[in-house]
């Protein structure tokens, strides 16, 4: 509920400076032709050609922070782990997949994930070394080998920075979940081919949800990831009438903010 309440708040706060900002426009007399700008929806791109560019701008830059912001939190993170000295049987592992930049953590962590900016590696903890045979070890390394030869930790930083951006419609929110299962599938059909399903199998059972989820990591949607391996359906449920309803709504709210701001913006001129 809180989400739902959060997300309410925001566009009530959309609707009201929307309100706002028309009746200020409607109360200046040299406005009152850009009336129809901020009433028609999308109309503001039309306002003028640089002002297009300026939010288009501001837009784009806002993501690629964001994304910025993202990545940074997740290197920082990073700090304070305490690595440890790799196993014989994670560089025999290593050899067979070819992970080359493995990393393991001190500790009976059970966690696996991939992690890095320009140079993805992959995160193992101790525990799994110790827990896993040799095959289930290759179906983790070899997800996770998929998620770095994919830059993933990249593209789920930049997915979340949408998600966080366009919070006004919860579609994007949506989209970025989907993508995020679908991208553990992906690596876990990687995987498969390789070991077969039932140390693949084995190895998401063992370690089931207990990674970082602040990193890409081998965990998350279990369900429809061991529903693969059996050879069941993966669909995924289409997004709820609420969902589209409310992204619509905060979209048009959206946009008449803007337009009003490119309104005041000609005003000024």
């Not at 309440?5 to 406005?31: K, N, T």
């Not at 997949?97 to 493995?102: D, L």
């Not at 994930?113 to 040799?134: E, H, K, M, Q, Y």
Request: glycine share 10%.
């Amino acid at each position: 509920m809180t989400g739902i309440r959060r997300l309410a708040a925001a566009v009530a706060v959309a609707a009201l400076l929307s309100l706002g900002c028309i009746s200020f426009v409607s109360a200046c007399p040299p406005a009152l032709s850009c009336l129809r700008i901020v009433f028609a929806m999308g109309g503001w791109i039309f306002v003028h050609p640089l002002l297009s560019g300026v939010f288009a701008f501001v837009a784009i830059g806002s993501w690629a922070v964001r994304t910025g912001m993202i990545l940074l939190a997740a290197e920082q993170g990073l700090r304070g782990l305490t690595t440890a000295p790799v196993r014989e049987a994670m560089r025999a592992g290593q050899t067979r997949t070819g992970a080359r930049r493995v990393v393991c953590l001190a500790g009976d962590s059970e966690s696996a994930f991939c992690t890095g900016t320009w140079r993805p590696t992959i995160f193992i903890g101790d525990g799994v070394a110790g827990r896993l045979n040799s095959a289930e070890l290759d179906a983790v390394l070899l997800h996770e080998l998929d998620h770095a030869k994919r830059f993933e930790p990249v593209r789920r930083a930049a997915r979340q920075a949408a998600a966080d951006l366009f919070f006004f419609a919860p579609l994007v929110a949506w989209w970025a979940q989907r993508r995020l299962v679908q991208v553990e599938l992906g690596a876990d059909r990687a995987a498969l081919r390789q070991v077969g399903p039932r140390a693949l199998a084995s190895a998401i059972l063992t370690l089931g949800e207990s990674v970082e989820t602040r990193f890409a990591a081998f965990g998350g949607a279990t369900g429809l990831r061991v529903a693969q391996v059996l050879g069941d359906s993966t669909a995924q449920p289409w997004p709820s009438a609420r969902i589209v309803a409310t992204s619509l709504a905060g979209t048009y709210l959206a946009l008449q903010v803007l337009a009003c701001a490119g309104a005041l913006l000609l005003i000024g001129r």
